[in-house]
Every structure is written in C-alpha cells, then in structure tokens.
C-alpha cells in the first residue's frame, strides 16, 4: 500500500471560499487563479486515484445526481461508476494521474443529451418517441459519466484526459399514458452496440468542440444496462481510446465482461463450472453451520471464462455477539476451503440490524482477512 | 495474526447427526461419546477464541435468544457480551482456552432466574413486585450470559471455566397497569453494586450444586445496564474470580469503564479533554468535505481517563461511487491527522443505501486501513 499525501497549494494566498461546491475551474486552458487552494484527498491503495479537493471542500461533479435521480436500479449505477474506473486506469494509471469529477459536462447538458431529440431539444441524444408508423422506439441512452484526469505540474494540476461512460439500456421501460401500466421495450445486443457506437461519435464530436477538450486524448466506453429486476449490474462492451484532436472513433477495442448471480438459477449457467460447484458447496457447509438458515448469494464477474472477483453477501439471524464472532471465523476457513482461488472475494455478514462482519480476500492474496463490527 | 485449525474429531466414527442443533454433551464429566465429532471455528485474530463446532453445526448456547427477546436496548446486549469477553480474557487466555456457547444454564433456567420470585417461580432472582407499603420494587436483574471455557486434552476437550455475566438494570421500565404508561424506576448505582453482589453470590451458589461446575474456576462479571434511549451500551464494574469449590465470592475487583458518545452533550464531559476537541475538530473537517452534509457521531468507550476505543459512525448522501472512494481516502488522512492517536478505532461510513465504506486502526497500529463496498 503506497501513501501519498501530495498537498498542491495553488496560490500561497489561497482564502477559504465559504460558498460550499463553488470550486473554481482548474487552470488548463493557461488562465491563473489566485485564490483557488487545491489538495488531494491521498491515496489509501495503489488502485485508487486521488481527488481533487478545491479550498476544502471536494470537487464534486458538474452533473452530480443525475444518475441517481433517473436510473432505477442502482446497480447499475455502482456497476457502471466502477467499471468506468476500470477502463480508465488502463489508460490514465493511478500512480500518475489524478482523478477529478467531470467539471465539462454540466447537470443541464447531461439532462438535454439525456432527452429525446425533439424541436425544444435539438441536443437530445435519444430519438423521438414515436415513428411515423406509431411504433415506440425506446430511449437507448441511460446515463453519461465524465471522469477527468489530470497531471501534476509544478504548482499546478491540469487536464490530460477525459473517460467518458455511455450506458445503453438493454430495457426501456415506459408507459403509454400516465398512469398506465409500465411496458418493456427489450433492446437487442446488436442495437445496444449500433445504437451506442453511434451516440459515442456524436458525443465525441460534441466535446472536441469545446476548447479545453480538444487537445487531450478522450476514451468513450459503452456499457449495457441491465434490466431493472437484475440483481447485477450491467456491463461495459467496448472502449475507445481517441487521440488528440480526433473527432470521430476510429477503433473499438470490445470487453468481453459479464457479471452473474449465484446461485445460478436452473437452466442457466455461469462460464465455468468449477466455480458454481465451489460455492454451492460453501453455501450448503454454511448453511448446515447454525440452525437457522442463512441466506448465502454472491455477485460474481468474468472477463470470458475468468472470474474477475465476487461479492458474497450472508444473511443470517445472530443471537449473540459470539455467534458472530464463530460464525465469522468459520467463515474464513470455509470461505478458504470452498470459494474460488485466485480471484479477490468480499464476504459480507448482515442481520436485520445491518453489516455484523466481513471477509475480504484481495487479488494476489492467499489468505482472508476479516473484520467484526464491534459495540461499545 | 495466528492462525490456528485445530480439528479434534473425537471419535473416528462421527456420524453426521441431522437434526439441527442436536449437540451432545461435552465429555466433562467422563463419559465418553462415540458418535460425536468435534471440530472448532478457526481463528482469525489471536484476540478471538475459537468457538466449537459439533458435528457440523456451531454448538449454540442452551439458553439462546433469552437475551434478545428481553432487553429492549439492543446496544446493552452487544455491549454486555463484549464486555463480558473481555473479562474473560484476563483470566482464559485466547490462545490456551476454546470458547463454548453456555452448556449448562438451559433457557427455562435463565428465564425463571430472570422473573420475579413468587409462589410459582421460587427461583425468581428479582424481588416480588411490591412491597406491603404499595412502592414498586424494581426487577435488578435484567441479563444472564454463561460463556464455557474449554481445554484441549487428547482428544477430548473438557470444560476448565466458565464466566458468568449478570447485568442489572440502572433504570427499570414498567407499567402500573396493563396499556398503562411506561414508567421509570431509577436505581442508583450504590443498589445497583449491592442487588448485583447479592445476586452474584445466590448465583455462584447454585452453579456449585451442578456436578459439572463443582470444580472449575467461575468468574462472575457485574455490568450495569443504560437506559433504553442510551447510544451506548452500559459498563461493567466488578468481578470476581472464584476458584474451584469456592460457594461465596470473597473478592470483588473494581472495573472503571464508561461508555461516552461524542459529541458530547453540552453540560457533559468526556474524561479526557483532548479526545473530545480532537473529535470535534475531525467532525468539522468531514462536515466540510462535501456540500450536504454529514452526520458524524462516534462511540467512545474508556478505563478511567484512558480511551480503550473508538467506533466513528459517519452518515452522508453519496452521489456517485468516485465520491465514496474519495471521501474514504481523505477520511484516511484527516482520522489519522485528528482524531485520538494509540486507541483501537473503527469508522463505518453510511449512506442510506447502508455500509459504503469503513476505516480501522488496531491497537499499536499507526496507520488506517480502509475498505470499499464494491457492487459489480
């Protein structure tokens, strides 16, 4: 684990804005600010970016919210967020850049690119609602994400590159009046690819044309959102990397990621079969462990057939702390006997009264380290 | 950390029983069983005992769930059972003896134990409810927990302690009538050390009439409960060690732990005057973080004037998975710049989706380690 506290003190004079989330712009296109102090909130593992904090406070989001306020399942917002980040960090790495959240994209352009195209909004990234023929076409673009990169010079932090996240719904659920009943329009995996290829040159073009964005390399990642009853999120398929000045993507490079659920439900199956009988056999040892059953269920995703890592999740009725305490000890020897090797896990323990303890096995590591939450 | 998975199977030719909690007795008392497998929990962390597992299945407390069907402050139950362990500790080390759920206190037992004394309860360890004068005489006695205390001989493991926790009330809830108002009754801490030894004593004396527990060292533990609206749990203030054969406690020694929230209430005080500003400043500093802000309340529990530990509870809205991962990285640094250094602390991070983060530094550790809940 590498620490770094890199303090960056824009200006000596820096004031301390009392205004919350009025961060001033950063001083990539050459202006200077004088009264902008910027930090960084420090690095707690090699695999986190830093964040920008401006005069105190952190530097949130021009956009931030929209997400949260329009897509229903949140699972799709997480699964979305972090494998951005992912996609990114293959081409910004964490040790030299400095993450920053999207400040070129603000709440109102995301709304309007969000929207259906119509004549009050000639920047909608969706099509109008309806042909001429009265069919419904659904809205294919669910969520934008700018992510910022940023590099340290001298006194000063400034832009050197953008990640940009389109999420495509595999689902649009609507309705034909108010009130009615919710519809699914079910997406093909052709028309999310053809639709979001599409949408990433028009949103290419769109930011090249502002001047601070034209000259830094800017990676447009496309994701599939998962349906609204999907205990999973969705996934990104394709990525581009665009080198300064390019306004239209010359090259996808496809992912081939995918998240599951287990147990894996009859008559599905999960890309390898070792694993879904490794934590069938966890789930039934744990089980048998108290006499009140547990609820055992995992999130678990591949890159093709290998197991990217996995979130277990154990439900189960304690009556004192000490059953916690054994259950999560024998959690760790099962955890290590049954689950997968090679890949990171995360075991949580919850109760009707929330989080009791967890296990974590990181990539690389042999063994689980636990955490019991404690009272006083 | 020590790892330790020592499988003592006491007889090779352990069936699987499969009824559910069916453990048999422990060979204590010589007999041997020949159907019995024992196994125990593993241990994550040389502060926890291993627990025992018979025949599969986690050998639960024979008077399980008592706890939870009556104390109406749940923190008091946590707490007590913490408490209690540590106690235990002092006199069974971790690392010689193996933890049992209570084998001989049976749920019937606690709970006559538990009630009023009457005509049809002569067990009764609370008084009968008033007095001739009409007062209301409250119930003292509010928790009994048996924690067993086991050593590996062969193959066989046989009980060589027990601790047994009593928590009597510092204030008693009742009803005059039936969907009468709650009423309180107060009871001062000089009752409360009184009633509790009182009871101590009946107790040790009636554990001393099962065979079993003739000739095993009992430690009795008195915790004096807090009132319901408390946010923390109560504290314990005495035990005794009694030896072999010992019916009557002869030496009662003096715990000094209180619980404290912080902020500390106005006309209130927190042993230490550093720790309470130290928190305070830590508040402000993560009150600043983000625009909405954050609730930041915090356990805090100490021997006299020394702070024995801290469990810092943080509550904030989140936008986005980048902003937890930055605000958990900047808590790295500012838990580490402000709050109390050489003190156990723990700090969960909540949004109202649940646990998004936590941070914990042990004791003799110098810096926090932190992890996020991920969702793929």
Redesign the interface.
Known sequence: ?K?V?MAISVALMGMLLAA??SADNLNDSGKSSNSTKTEL?????SG????V?KN???Q??KS??V??SQVSN??N???F??GL?NISKKEFSTNKYV?Q?GQYLSTGTVENWLDRKSKSNPTGLNPTKTKKSGTYVPNYLSQI?E?DFMTANGQKISLSGVTIGLAINSVDYYTKKTDGPTLEANISDAQVKKQGKAIANRVLKRLRAKKSLKNVPIVIALYKQASDDSL??GNFFAYSVNDSGKTKVSNWTNVNEK?YVFPIQSGKSAPNKNDEDAFDNFKSQVQ????NLSGVTA???YSGNTLN?M?VSITTQF?????I??????L??AAQKYLPGNAPI?I?VQST???QS?L?RKTGEK??????????
Chains 1, 2 share one sequence.
């Open positions: 684990m620490k506290w919350c989330g909130t420090g690095q707690t593992d986190y970016y830093q964040g904090i105190g406070h952190y949130t989001s931030r919210g997400s949260v949140q699972l917002i997480k699964s967020e972090n980040l993450f959240e994400s992510q999973v999120g998240n048998n462990f108290f006499p999130q678990a995703q890592g979130n009556y004192s702390q000490t059953e305490i054994s259950f999560t000890q024998y760790q020897q995360d949580t009264d929330g989080i967890f974590s063994n689980f380290t636990s955490h019991i939450f404690n009272s006083y």
